[in-house]
C-alpha cells in the first residue's frame, strides 16, 4: 500500500500548455503539501493545505493552482507553463497536531521544452 | 524569515570511517527536527528525528544531536557503508505551523 502517491512521474510537455498533478495519501492525515525540489536538489514548500483549506502559500505565482476536493487529495494545477518551471514536484503529507515526520510521494519530474 | 543552514554541501568518506552533517536553524521557536535521505531518483524518506526536549537519539548506526541555546543539530552517521550514499536533508518545524523548513542538503559519498 503506497502511502503518499502522485500521478504522473514524468510530465514533457511545451511551453504555454496547462497541465495537473494529482496526489492521494491513505495516511488519514489532515495536512498536505507540494515542495519543489530543483536542480540544485533544494527543497521549497509551495502550499500547505489543513483539512481542505489553504494554510500556506509560499509566493507562488498566480499560474499554480491547488485544489483539494478533501483532505486525502492534493492536486496541483499549473497554467501556461515556462521553462523555470521545469522541477520534481513532491506532494506530501502529515499529522501537524502530533508534530510527526512528512511522508513524501515519489514526485513528478516536470520537463517544459 | 525562518530559515535552515546545512553543511557541508559534499562528503565524502571512506567506508567504515564516520560522518558528520550539521544544520542551524533560525527560528528558536521550532521543536521537531527530521533527517531525510534521499537516494538518486527517490523520494526523500525519514531516517531519524528529534523533539526539542531531547538531547540526543541514536537508531544503530545513525545519532542526532540538539543543542537548543545554540540552535544546531547535526546527524552522525558511523561505520558508513556504499548504500549511505545519498542527498541528507535536515529539517526544522514547529507545533501549529504547516510547513517544514529543509536544509539545502548534504551530498554524501561513501567511497569503497
Known amino acids: 500500500d503506497t502511502a503518499v502517491s502522485q500521478t504522473p512521474k514524468y510530465l514533457v510537455t511545451q511551453m504555454g500548455n496547462d497541465k495537473s498533478i494529482k496526489c492521494e495519501q491513505n495516511l488519514g492525515h489532515d495536512t498536505m503539501y507540494w515542495y519543489k525540489q530543483d536542480s540544485k536538489k533544494f527543497l521549497k514548500i509551495m502550499f500547505s493545505?489543513?483539512?481542505?483549506?489553504?494554510?500556506i502559500n509560499e509566493t507562488v505565482p498566480n499560474r499554480f493552482s491547488p485544489k483539494s476536493p478533501d483532505k486525502a487529495h492534493l492536486n496541483l494545477h499549473i497554467n501556461s507553463l515556462e521553462l523555470g518551471d521545469s522541477a520534481v514536484y513532491f506532494c506530501?503529507?502529515?499529522?501537524?497536531?502530533?508534530?510527526?515526520?512528512?511522508?513524501f510521494g515519489q514526485g513528478t519530474r516536470l520537463t517544459v521544452v | 524569515g525562518e530559515n535552515v543552514e546545512q553543511h557541508p554541501s559534499t562528503l565524502s568518506v571512506q567506508e567504515g570511517d564516520s560522518a558528520v552533517i550539521k544544520c542551524t536553524y533560525s527560528?528558536?521557536?521550532?521543536?521537531?527536527f527530521p533527517w531525510y535521505k534521499q537516494e538518486l531518483g527517490k523520494r526523500p524518506q525519514l531516517i531519524i528525528d528529534?523533539?526539542?526536549?531531547?538531547g540526543e537519539k541514536k537508531d544503530q548506526r545513525i545519532a542526532v544531536t540538539l543543542n537548543k541555546t545554540a540552535k544546531h543539530f547535526s546527524l552522525h552517521i558511523t561505520e558508513t557503508q556504499p548504500e549511505d550514499s545519498a542527498v541528507y536533508f535536515c529539517a526544522a518545524s514547529k507545533a501549529g505551523t504547516y510547513k517544514y523548513i529543509f536544509g539545502t542538503g548534504t551530498r554524501l559519498k561513501v567511497l569503497a
Open positions: 493545505y489543513n483539512n481542505k483549506e489553504l494554510i
Open positions: 528529534i523533539r526539542s526536549n531531547v
Open positions: 527560528d528558536s521557536a521550532s521543536n521537531y
Open positions: 506530501a503529507s502529515s499529522q501537524v497536531n502530533r508534530g510527526t515526520e512528512a511522508f
